[in-house]
């Protein structure tokens, strides 16, 4: 049996309490709500349906999942249905590893339990489960990889550092917002940079192009687009190059005091490995929950920024005027990514998230 600490404990428990389900058994209907990348796993059977109860294109074999047809980001769904196999899963398990997911909302019930990587304070009928190939442990995108940092606080630049992807799409609090890179395909073919502007400013309404465009010019800043050589063409011929950077790994990020974290599609993915060093952490509270979000506490662990960043300048100033708090939250953080980069919490975790999911749906 293993044997863990009170601290140990403690954060298992916020894992394990903060990943379950919060059970709704009025849930009706179908799975009609739920992504193309939805599946209604039969670990006894080893095969797969998708939301319309049509045979999905996974299926296991010599005890291994296997994709068997084209699908749409397959490594999600494969990384889950093997930690499931491995912990010797059995009946069916719903699941459905798309960005942003706002099910189990009352406008979108579930009539069954689906493991998900996030999800919405009021979803019920949700649990949580890690993101395969963004919270594997031992990699970059998680926990386990990178090296320590090794430069003090005291001893790095003074500002603000970001880079990431382009994507969500605008307006995120407001009806009507556009995929960002739909407008980027239109901006491709608009022929004159005339004819591009209301594209651009309407790109200028997502909060991550917005905001590395406005703080282009603002030396407390160091944000950046990481674009591939097709998007960053388009918007260079467009006249907003600017906002796109080389992409930077986190142990050059570090060479920052504060590293900023900011919503995407749903929660910035960069949060967990920005956390694992001596800078703090501005982190816009997005309004996600993911299997971590339990144990990480504002102002315990991380800096929290208003929705849309509106506070970010008041936050800045605060922790400049506050560096020894800064340097305590960024101790407290490097702490608890000890424990959520531990195997042994990990594998009790998802074991006990598990349990509950099959006691509510047997």
Request: glycine letters at 8%.
């Amino acid at each position: 049996m293993t044997r863990l600490s009170d601290t140990e404990k403690t954060v298992l428990d916020q894992l394990v309490q903060g990943s379950e389900m919060r059970p709704d058994p009025s849930g009706q209907g179908g799975f009609d709500a739920c992504s193309v990348m939805f599946l209604s796993a039969d670990f006894d059977t080893g095969k797969a349906l998708d939301r319309t109860g049509a045979p999905a294109p996974f299926r296991r074999k010599w005890g291994r999942w296997a994709e068997t047809g084209p699908a749409h980001k397959p490594l999600r769904s494969l990384g889950t249905l093997s930690a499931l196999q491995a912990m010797g899963a059995r009946g069916m398990v719903h699941m459905d590893f798309q960005d942003a997911r706002n099910l189990g909302l009352p406008a979108r019930p579930l009539p069954a339990p689906v493991l998900c990587y996030c999800r919405k304070p009021e979803a019920r009928n949700v649990a949580l489960w890690p993101l395969p190939r963004y919270h594997d442990l031992g990699t970059q995108r998680f926990l386990g990889k990178t090296r320590p940092d090794t430069l003090a606080f005291d001893d790095k630049r003074d500002a603000v550092v970001w880079r990431g992807a382009l994507s969500g799409g605008t307006r995120p609090l407001r009806p009507g917002g556009q995929n960002c890179l739909k407008l980027i395909a239109a901006l491709e073919a608009a022929p004159t940079a005339q004819d591009g502007a209301p594209l651009v400013a309407e790109l200028r309404q997502n909060l991550r192009f917005g905001t590395v465009h406005d703080r282009a010019s603002d030396a407390d800043f160091d944000l950046g687009l990481t674009c591939d050589d097709r998007i960053a063409a388009i918007l260079a011929r467009h006249g907003v190059g600017h906002v796109v950077k080389p992409s930077r790994p986190m142990v050059w990020q570090r060479q920052f005091r504060y590293i900023l974290s900011m919503r995407g599609n749903d929660t910035g993915s960069n949060f967990i490995p920005a956390l694992d060093g001596n800078s703090v952490v501005l982190r816009e509270e997005d309004g996600w929950e993911l299997f971590y979000s339990a144990a990480i506490r504002p102002w315990e662990h991380y800096i929290p920024l208003a929705p849309l960043l509106a506070d970010l300048d008041d936050k800045l100033d605060w922790a400049r005027a506050n560096p020894a708090e800064c340097k305590a939250i960024a101790a407290r953080a490097r702490a608890l990514c000890d424990l959520l980069g531990d195997a042994r919490l990990r594998d009790l975790h998802l074991r006990a998230v598990y349990a509950q999911y099959r006691a509510t749906c047997p």
